[in-house]
């Protein structure tokens, strides 16, 4: 069974700063991972994926990721916050060798707020 | 406009009165999920198709039926809706290794 874990349920940072959102999961085989960002009385909206290649991908609104096998981690980054940047983030996982392979997996998100 | 629509956005209904909440897709994905959204616990999946006439069990199915008649329609239905369906609601589907596309949601509160 595939599993995604955000440790954190909260993360504060200041505007200017960097961020980092974390994820860890958990997957029998290659996985598919996932970024998406929810904003107030919206649905969810894709930021980024990997699939294969580079480790580090670029996603919406300067977002990027770091994908690490050997950790099994797929932290969220952003050089610089922006206030309109606070919202939840989820990370997902497929596995797409399995059975049911459209299946998507969520962590439990991430609350980011950027203070000004 | 590619999309994912469901209806209605928000629904209050009392205990055990039966209610359909819709979900149409525009992109003629195979697959589409629903989902449920409760504070602390993420989203979890309820019931997901793979295509016409092939649906399967989410992590959370009591309660809730689906069908799957035609490629862009998956609705969600709660034959007799309880307190603890009280939650927000997501659609989703998807092709492919392509990200899965979601509907904006419905808030659904039952009394």
Redesign the interface.
């Known amino acids: 069974a595939q599993s995604v874990a955000q440790p954190e ?1 909260q993360v504060n940072v200041a505007e200017g700063n960097p961020l980092t959102v974390k994820c860890t999961y958990s997957v029998s085989g290659n996985p ?1 991972l ?1 970024w ?1 960002v929810q904003y107030p ?6 930021l980024l ?1 990997y ?1 294969t290649g580079d480790n580090l991908v670029k996603g919406s609104y300067g977002f990027e990721a770091e994908f690490n096998k050997s950790q099994t981690s797929f932290h969220l980054k952003k050089p610089s916050a922006l206030v309109s940047d606070s919202a939840l983030y ?1 990370c997902a996982v497929r596995d ?1 060798s399995g059975a ?1 392979s ?8 991430t609350k980011l707020s950027v203070i000004p | 406009e590619a999309q ?1 629509t469901q209806n209605p956005r928000y629904l209050i209904t009392v205990t055990g009165k039966k209610l359909t909440v819709t979900c149409s897709q525009n992109m003629n994905h ?2 589409m ?1 629903w ?1 449920r959204q409760d504070p ?4 979890r ?1 309820i019931y ?1 198709s ?1 295509n016409v006439e092939v649906t ?1 069990k989410g992590d959370v199915p009591e309660g809730y039926k689906v069908s799957r008649k035609e490629k862009r329609n998956f609705p969600l239905i709660l034959e007799s809706p309880s307190p603890n369906q009280t939650s927000l609601y ?1 659609c ?1 589907s ?1 092709t492919g ?1 392509s ?7 419905t808030r659904l509160t039952v009394t």
């Open positions: 349920d598919y996932f998406y009385n919206r649905g969810l909206q894709f994926k699939i989820f797409p049911g459209y299946q998507l997996t969520f962590g439990k998100g | 994912v195979e697959y999920s989902y602390g616990l993420g989203l999946q997901y793979m399967d997501f989703a998807g290794g990200p899965l596309h979601f509907g904006n949601g």
